[in-house]
């Protein structure tokens, strides 16, 4: 056997003869004992001390003041203005899947690949009207031009319940500007009607004719 192909045999049996010890090399350095308080400790002396002063209660009712007014007056959809000339175009709602859509069983019902549109399985069965709800103009021309079971009045900014108590009919709000920005549209009065296998949105400016009497 070589020296070369020796030295791994040789360094194994060193490791396999050393006998295995242990030593205790005492302190090395200072050691100080932990001074800082408990976190969960700070913390519930923290919740006790709002609860003594009245402070907690008081959180509590900004929190609900909050929440309340946040239902009533939802945040307006930021970047929709007022339309200050018709604009019409065709909206296709087509969409093709991605993958293999299977039943429970495995089965699949939809290859990856196919074009579906939505509307042939649920039509737009009423218009969906957007409009601002701070707007006296555009809620007269909403409200006189689609009866309370001929369209969806959505609201972009406004007070929802308090336009419902007021006027006995239901209204929706577009909570962050989903559908707003789905469909396109930057201005209202807008509105989004079925017509066959399309939808055709259309944003239109009040006309004087149309607005509230004074």
Do not use: C
Not at 44 to 60: D, F, P, Q, S, V
Not at 127 to 149: I, K, N
């Amino acid at each position: 056997m070589t020296p070369l192909r020796a030295a791994p045999f040789l360094v194994a049996g060193l490791l396999l003869a050393a006998p295995a010890s242990a030593r205790d090399y005492g302190q090395q350095g200072t050691v100080w004992s932990v001074i800082e308080p408990d976190l969960l400790e700070q913390i519930h002396a923290r919740l006790t001390h709002l609860e003594k002063t009245g402070e907690t209660a008081k959180l509590n009712e900004e929190l609900k003041r909050r929440t309340i007014a946040r239902v009533n007056r939802p945040e307006p959809v930021a970047g929709i203005n007022a339309a200050a000339a018709a604009r019409s175009w065709r909206f296709d709602p087509t969409i093709s899947v991605e993958r293999d859509i299977a039943d429970d069983k495995g089965r699949v019902i939809v290859a990856a690949g196919t074009r579906v549109n939505p509307l042939d399985t649920v039509p737009l069965r009423v218009p969906l009207v957007f409009l601002d709800g701070d707007d006296p103009e555009q809620l007269a021309w909403a409200t006189r031009r689609y009866a309370s079971t001929k369209a969806k009045l959505i609201l972009v900014r406004g007070a929802p319940l308090e336009l419902m108590k007021a006027r006995q009919r239901r209204f929706y709000f577009d909570q962050g500007g989903s559908l707003v920005k789905h469909f396109g549209i930057r201005a209202v009065p807008a509105t989004v009607e079925q017509q066959g296998r399309i939808l055709i949105i259309t944003e239109q400016p009040v006309r004087p004719k149309e607005r509230a009497p004074s």
